[in-house]
Structures are given as structure tokens and as C-alpha cells.
């Protein structure tokens, strides 16, 4: 059971049923966040997970309907809850009806497991709409609804800075905005290419992208629809996003250029093998630069997970640094790949130290270090950077990114 969610509560007024043992309250947010729950899972009982409500949504954008209970409770009980969405025009819709969740005596904020997917269609009526949970116990029933504007999509400007990309990225798993995405990535400051990389490609970026665009998978549609009238950048950086996505080209993308289709083929055909699986050698540094990039965009436990598992090439990471403060290199095939697993040993440790002030991946990192799920030489690596590092600082890039140029604020000014 969570602690309270200030965060939370500060933003949505609810009605509160009190009994002289029991206290209970429904809370519900719309949201774009992962929807593993691994930001609300794998926080400490002591640290209040960031849960971010969404305000828009755009034709066939998923987001999750997240229930809450709020209890003080002395005693075991069971309650049942309701959800149902109300249209512009008044018309309502159940989502799920009287489903039951046993609470046991505590204190604290509990996710009820009953949760959906929602989207908008194009047959839906753009305008306000209106989600109301229910709440029953004993005979006495609590409500609370939170709104969302179903808009229309208006390209944004795509964003003008460098450091905005970075920060984007850096935040884009505190506050996923699709808006937020496309503007990245048709930003003429985003470049995806690195020298002498696998595929010549910046992983970090790349899979970030790939992962970010799978969490909102309207916006490939988005760039197809759209193909035709993009810039040569924004074509090559399509190209490359389909292919290492493993998603589809139309036809009519596809016989636009013959050098289009075989790079889009070459590209699909020769993407890294699973970083979940086992480190590659010499791609072994591209594959955790692209867990990286996949935690940025997701947030993922098992993503972080896998990243401090690299720790664990220590002798690896040994023999790297000899080799580099020798200024020597290696030579045979099997001297090649534990440098290069070595090199993938340092890359790791820097992550970690570049984000302990991450805020998710420090709630993280405190969790995986207290249920002991880590070999004790990877723990008592963490445990010292810890104890030298004033983690409790923030970090100046943690701020988040909003668009100026939203298609939200376009519609306000067209009232």
C-alpha cells in the first residue's frame, strides 16, 4: 500500500464516506504513463509515485482510466466500483459496473486493478466528455469524475534547440505528450545519426523514438499520412523509425524510391539482437545505449533492471581500463569482445551516475537495493556512488517541457 499521493489528492476534490472505522474515497486519473504501473510497483512505501492526469486526447490516442481508493480503515471491508463516461451530448456509457475490491485494515492509497484502455474514434463528437467513478460500501455510495477535451490534431512546431530535444527526452517518461513527441521528432535539431556506431545510428535516440512512438502508435500514422510533404530529413528519420521499429511502410512510401525501400529493408534486417537477452559483443555498448533510450521514453523497471545488470561485468570493466589508460588495443577476436563488454561495464557506470537525480530512476534504484535483487558485487558498486553523490539535488534538466502551440491552446483562441 502506497503512502498518500499529495500530488494526487491536491489536484481532484473527492467525496469522503466515514464510518467510525472505516474512511474510504475514489480517485480517478486519465493517463498516458506506462500502463505496467511500474512507477507506482516498484516506489518505495515511503516515496509518492509522479502520477500525471492528461487534460486532451486526439482520435485513436490509448490512454488508461487509473481508479484509486484513498482508506483509513480499522477494519476489513469491501467496496464496489462503477465507471462510466458522459458525451457532449449527455449520452452516457458504462465501462465496467459493481466490480468488487476486498480492503483490508490500513492506511494509505490503493490501486484498484480494474483498469482501461480508452480512445476516441472518429465517429465521437469532439468536445468535453466526462468520466464518473462510483464507489460503493454498505449501502452509501461516493462519487468523482475528472473531464477531457477530445480535439482535433494540429501539427506543432517542431522544437528549435538542441537542449529542448535533450530535455525532452531527458523527462518525456514523467509527462508522455504526443504533441511533445512529434515536435521532437521533426525537429531539424534532432540528429539520430552517430559516427562509427552500429548502422551509424545514436541508439540512445533511435530507440527512444522507437519506444516513445510505440507508447502513442497513432503518430506513425500520423507520419505516413504526411510523408509525401516532409522534408528530406524528416523522410530519412521516418525511414529509420519504421524500420527499427519493425513497422510496416505503405506501398506508397515504399515505391516512391527504390533506395528508399532497400535502406528501409537493410535497416529492418540488420537491427541489434534483444539487450534482454544477452550482451552482443561488440554491439553490446549500442544495446545498453538503447535500454537507455527505452527507459527515457517508458520508464520501465525491467528496463532499469537490465542496465545495472552491465554492472556485473566487472573483470570486463578491469581489463577496459588498463587497456585504455595503457592507450593499447586489443587484438584477438576474444580480446575484442571483453573489451568491448568492458566498455559497456563503464558506459553503465556512468548512467547511473548521470541518473541518480533522475527522479524515477532513483525511486528505483532505492527499491531494487532494499529486496536484495542484485548480486552483492553490483549492490555494493551502487551502494558507495550513492553514499558519495548528493542525490537528494535536483537535477536542472528534470524540468518539464510543455508546448507553447499546443492544439489545445490553438482551440481556446479560436473561441
Same mark, same amino acid.
Given at each position: 500500500?502506497?503512502?498518500?499521493?499529495?500530488?494526487?489528492?491536491?489536484?481532484?476534490?473527492?467525496?469522503?464516506?466515514? /464510518?467510525?472505522?472505516?474512511?474510504?474515497?475514489?480517485?480517478?486519473?486519465?493517463?498516458? !504513463?506506462?500502463?505496467?504501473?511500474?512507477?507506482?510497483?516498484?516506489?518505495?512505501?515511503?516515496?509518492?509515485?509522479?502520477?500525471?492526469?492528461?487534460?486532451?486526447?486526439?482520435? =485513436?490516442?490509448?490512454?488508461?482510466?487509473?481508479?484509486?481508493?484513498?482508506?483509513?480503515?480499522? &477494519?476489513?471491508?469491501?467496496?464496489?466500483?462503477?465507471?462510466?463516461?458522459?458525451?457532449?451530448?449527455?449520452?452516457?456509457?458504462?465501462?465496467?459496473? #459493481?466490480?468488487?475490491?476486498?480492503?483490508?485494515?490500513?492506511?494509505?492509497?490503493?490501486?484498484?486493478?480494474?483498469?482501461?484502455?480508452?480512445?476516441?474514434?472518429?465517429?465521437?463528437?469532439? =468536445?468535453?466528455? @466526462?468520466?464518473?467513478?462510483?464507489?460503493?460500501?454498505?449501502?452509501? &455510495?461516493?462519487?468523482?469524475?475528472?473531464?477531457?477535451?477530445?480535439?482535433?490534431?494540429?501539427?506543432?512546431?517542431?522544437?528549435?534547440?538542441?537542449?529542448?530535444?535533450?530535455?525532452?527526452?531527458?523527462?518525456?517518461?514523467?509527462?508522455?505528450?504526443?504533441?511533445?513527441?512529434?515536435?521532437?521528432?521533426?525537429?531539424?535539431?534532432?540528429?539520430?545519426? /552517430? @559516427? =562509427?556506431?552500429?548502422?551509424?545510428?545514436?541508439?540512445?535516440?533511435?530507440?527512444?523514438? +522507437?519506444?516513445?512512438?510505440?507508447?502513442?502508435?497513432?503518430?506513425? #500514422?500520423?507520419?505516413?499520412?504526411?510523408?509525401?510533404?516532409?522534408?528530406?530529413?524528416?523522410?530519412?528519420?521516418?525511414?529509420?523509425?519504421?524500420?527499427?521499429?519493425?513497422?510496416?511502410?505503405?506501398?506508397e512510401v515504399l515505391k516512391s524510391d527504390k533506395e528508399v525501400k532497400e535502406a528501409y529493408q537493410y535497416l529492418k534486417d540488420n537491427r541489434l539482437s534483444d539487450p534482454y537477452k544477452s550482451w552482443d559483443g561488440d554491439y553490446s555498448l549500442a544495446q545498453l545505449d538503447a535500454l537507455m533510450g527505452e527507459f527515457y521514453a517508458t520508464a520501465k523497471y525491467s528496463t532499469f533492471k537490465r542496465i545495472l545488470e552491465a554492472l556485473?561485468?566487472?573483470?570486463?570493466?578491469?581489463?577496459?581500463?588498463?587497456?585504455?589508460?595503457?592507450?593499447?588495443?586489443?587484438?584477438?577476436?576474444?580480446?575484442?569482445?571483453?573489451?568491448?563488454?568492458? +566498455?559497456?561495464?563503464?558506459?553503465?557506470?556512468?548512467?547511473?551516475?548521470?541518473?541518480?537525480?533522475?527522479?524515477?530512476?532513483?525511486?528505483?534504484?532505492?527499491?531494487?537495493?532494499?529486496?536484495?535483487?542484485?548480486?552483492?558485487?553490483?549492490?555494493? !558498486?551502487?551502494?558507495?556512488?550513492?553514499?558519495?553523490?548528493?542525490?537528494? &539535488?535536483?537535477?536542472? @534538466?528534470?524540468?518539464?517541457?510543455?508546448?507553447?502551440?499546443?492544439?489545445?491552446?490553438?482551440? !481556446?483562441?479560436?473561441?
Open positions: 500500500m502506497k503512502c498518500r499521493l499529495i500530488a494526487i489528492l491536491s489536484l481532484i476534490s473527492c467525496a469522503l464516506f466515514a /464510518q467510525d472505522k472505516i474512511k474510504v474515497e475514489p480517485i480517478i486519473m486519465l493517463s498516458l !504513463q506506462d500502463s505496467s504501473m511500474d512507477w507506482w510497483n516498484y516506489t518505495p512505501q515511503e516515496m509518492s509515485p509522479y502520477v500525471q492526469n492528461i487534460n486532451k486526447a486526439f482520435c =485513436g490516442e490509448e490512454f488508461s482510466l487509473l481508479n484509486f481508493v484513498n482508506v483509513e480503515s480499522e &477494519e476489513d471491508a469491501i467496496v464496489k466500483m462503477s465507471l462510466k463516461v458522459i458525451a457532449p451530448d449527455s449520452t452516457e456509457r458504462v465501462i465496467f459496473a #459493481d466490480k468488487e475490491m476486498p480492503i483490508r485494515a490500513a492506511n494509505g492509497i490503493l490501486f484498484f486493478p480494474e483498469f482501461q484502455k480508452f480512445s476516441f474514434s472518429e465517429q465521437d463528437e469532439f =468536445g468535453e466528455y @466526462e468520466f464518473v467513478l462510483f464507489l460503493k460500501i454498505d449501502e452509501q &455510495e461516493i462519487t468523482t469524475s475528472t473531464k477531457i477535451l477530445y480535439i482535433d490534431w494540429i501539427n506543432p512546431v517542431p522544437v528549435s534547440s538542441s537542449k529542448d530535444c535533450v530535455k525532452i527526452i531527458y523527462t518525456f517518461s514523467y509527462k508522455p505528450d504526443p504533441e511533445l513527441l512529434y515536435a521532437l521528432f521533426t525537429s531539424p535539431k534532432l540528429n539520430i545519426l /552517430q @559516427e =562509427g556506431a552500429p548502422l551509424e545510428l545514436n541508439f540512445l535516440i533511435v530507440n527512444f523514438l +522507437v519506444s516513445a512512438f510505440d507508447s502513442l502508435p497513432f503518430l506513425y #500514422d500520423r507520419l505516413l499520412k504526411e510523408y509525401a510533404d516532409a522534408s528530406d530529413m524528416q523522410k530519412k528519420k521516418t525511414i529509420i523509425l519504421f524500420a527499427m521499429a519493425g513497422r510496416a511502410l505503405s506501398e556485473s561485468l566487472t573483470e570486463e570493466g578491469q581489463y577496459a581500463e588498463t587497456l585504455l589508460g595503457s592507450k593499447k588495443s586489443p587484438k584477438t577476436p576474444d580480446e575484442k569482445e571483453k573489451y568491448a563488454l568492458g +566498455v559497456t561495464y563503464l558506459c553503465a557506470l556512468n548512467y547511473v551516475n548521470q541518473n541518480l537525480k533522475n527522479d524515477i530512476f532513483k525511486k528505483y534504484l532505492f527499491k531494487i537495493l532494499s529486496e536484495k535483487e542484485l548480486p552483492e558485487s553490483v549492490a555494493m !558498486q551502487l551502494a558507495v556512488i550513492i553514499k558519495t553523490k548528493n542525490i537528494n &539535488e535536483k537535477n536542472p @534538466e528534470e524540468k518539464v517541457i510543455t508546448l507553447k502551440n499546443s492544439s489545445l491552446e490553438q482551440l !481556446q483562441k479560436s473561441k
